[in-house]
């Protein structure tokens, strides 16, 4: 076969010697793109993302207060990492709605008491996020994650563990946890040859240990209690406003999430002994108790009636509930934990910190608990007697009041959100809902910055504070345990008096505030303990 010896020149070879004509426009362009290093590429690329960054900022900032540009990307990670008190007073004071934007999260503040009450009551537009990390750290599946009718069914079956009858039930655990750590408290003193110890850290592990006692009773040991206090502050740790994006390990989110593993695995321990008990007919004696049991119930109401047995000498539960798998118990009973733990710390600690300070407030507690006692320190209360203790109950009302546990309260936004005529949060956007400012507000409360449990006693604020008092929360998404807080704290705080005295030892940082997940004074309250002698 011949060879054919006819060449043929591709345009695409050389598009600038080819026969292929370009217009000079296009000609530029490409020699440009060919003569362009990899570097000028990337920098290319980095200036359009930060524009892009820095104008989407502006844009979803819109007229609210906010810092007028965003560094690039992180914007105020480095700051959020050791949060201040101060800064945070500050956002709430430059208005009503102000912003900030981390990462790829937009943040809206909601600072007055009408625009946060607006965001608690706005259910279609915005649902619970607690803070990124939480998903990772409960479960994305979580039921304080459901939203709509799905969060309104499962609340529903958790109703009856906080009605008067079931808080009765929990209040010999608590005395018991109380008793254990007083004694703890006078060694402490002991040891210490009578110096002041900071003893937000044994207030920090007291809570921990009433709140285990009471949502899983004695299934958990004395050792896995101290454990779970002791690892919690990991978990506290974490829970920072907004985190990087993912989990690196060595971080803190990174051991948080190690020791919230280990919380649930614990808890998943203890269903599984809830349930033999309960199956075998056990009484109750914990919140976990209470949970199986009705679901033990529901299940034999459901095979009476599936089998066509008479139900006639049963009590139908109400709700019906389906089995729960332990896990499922435990990721519940753990959101018990998360919610009680650095709020009930954090109260008790300014509670004695504040008695100490107001020996008038803390001798009126001791006699009225002396006397509802009928002269017996060691006497214990049920319900009736507690809910009599009405000095007691201010005092612990102006304390949540006074000095807020419960700051900010963060929700995601389903969807443009118009939270005033003026501006509307984006979808996707954290709007955080405030409580210090409706506590501090000079209108419904009169000397805001004065600790006055007389404004509860005898006076008014009850009644003209209701719709300031946003530290359970309002709407859809209020705090279950409300009552069962107070009516700890007012145990705790009672037990005390008649047992202990207590000294607190002023440093220049005592009334400062420390924003670990929840307020601390900065130096974690300095005190020296005696037993009381009557």
């Known amino acids: 076969m011949g060879t054919n010896g006819t060449t043929f020149t591709s345009p695409l070879a050389s598009l600038k010697y080819g026969p292929v004509s370009l217009p000079p426009q296009i000609e530029f362009v490409v020699d440009a793109i060919a003569n362009t290093s990899i570097w000028a590429v990337l920098v290319t690329v980095l200036a359009v993302l930060v524009a892009y960054?820095?104008?989407s900022y502006i844009v979803n900032k819109g007229s609210i207060a906010g810092p007028a540009w965003k560094m690039p990307f992180i914007g105020p990670f480095l700051q959020s990492m050791n949060p201040k008190f101060e800064e945070y007073h500050a956002k709430w004071l430059s208005g009503p709605l102000s912003c900030v934007s981390v990462f790829h999260k937009f943040v809206v503040i909601a600072s007055t008491r009408d625009v946060a009450r607006k965001v608690f009551n706005s259910p279609a537009y915005v649902k619970p996020c607690v803070v990124d990390v939480a998903h990772k750290l409960l479960g994305a599946d979580n039921?304080?994650?459901?939203?709509?009718?799905?969060?309104?069914?499962?609340?529903?079956?958790?109703?009856?563990?906080?009605?008067?009858?079931?808080?009765?039930?929990?209040?010999?655990?608590?005395?018991?946890?109380?008793?254990?750590?007083?004694?703890?408290?006078?060694e402490i003193t002991k040891d210490a040859g009578g110096k002041p110890v900071p003893f937000m850290p044994q207030f920090r592990e007291l809570m921990c240990a009433v709140s285990c006692r009471t949502f899983v009773g004695h299934y958990m040991t004395d050792e896995a209690i101290k454990k779970i206090a002791d690892d919690y502050y990991l978990i506290t740790a974490a829970l920072e406003l907004v985190n990087f994006p993912i989990i690196v390990p060595y971080t803190r989110a990174w051991y948080g999430k190690k020791a919230a593993d280990m919380v649930l695995a614990e808890f998943t321990r203890c269903a599984a002994k809830s349930r033999a008990c309960m199956l075998a007919g056990g009484e109750v004696s914990s919140i976990m108790d209470a949970w199986v049991e009705q679901m033990v119930q529901s299940a034999r109401w459901r095979e009476a009636e599936a089998e066509g047995r008479s139900t006639d000498g049963m009590q139908k539960p109400n709700p019906l509930l389906r089995d729960f798998t332990d896990y499922e118990i435990a990721q519940t009973v753990f959101t018990f934990l998360f919610a009680s733990q650095d709020a009930t710390s954090s109260a008790a600690t300014w509670l004695f910190q504040i008695m100490a300070q107001r020996p008038d407030v803390l001798d009126r507690v001791r006699e009225e608990n002396l006397k509802v006692r009928n002269g017996d320190i060691h006497a214990a209360l049920n319900l009736d007697q507690l809910e009599s203790l009405t000095y007691t109950r201010a005092v612990v009302r102006e304390l949540l009041r006074y000095r807020p546990p419960v700051l900010m309260t963060p929700y995601l936004a389903k969807k443009p959100f118009p939270i005033t005529p003026e501006y509307t949060a984006p979808k996707g956007s954290m709007v955080i809902a405030t409580t210090y400012m409706a506590l501090r507000d000079p209108d419904v409360y009169e000397n805001p910055d004065e600790f006055d449990p007389e404004r509860y006693y005898t006076g008014d604020a009850e009644v003209k504070g209701a719709k300031n008092f946003l530290v359970f929360g309002t709407g859809a998404?209020?705090?279950?345990?409300?009552?069962?807080?107070?009516?700890?704290?007012?145990?705790?705080?009672?037990?005390?008096?008649?047992?202990?005295?207590?000294?607190?030892?002023?440093?220049?940082?005592?009334?400062?505030?420390?924003?670990?997940?929840?307020?601390?004074?900065?130096?974690?309250?300095?005190?020296?303990?005696?037993?009381?002698?009557?």
């Open 143 to 186: 039921w304080v994650f459901l939203d709509g009718k799905a969060h309104v069914e499962f609340r529903k079956g958790l109703n009856h563990l906080f009605t008067r009858k079931a808080l009765e039930l929990y209040l010999p655990r608590q005395e018991e946890v109380y008793k254990k750590y007083f004694r703890q408290f006078l």
């Open 477 to 534: 998404h209020y705090c279950l345990g409300q009552h069962y807080a107070q009516y700890n704290l007012a145990l705790f705080v009672g037990k005390a008096s008649l047992l202990l005295d207590w000294k607190h030892h002023p440093t220049p940082l005592s009334e400062e505030i420390k924003v670990f997940a929840t307020i601390f004074p900065m130096d974690d309250c300095p005190l020296t303990f005696e037993e009381r002698k009557w």
């Open 53 to 55: 960054d820095q104008v």
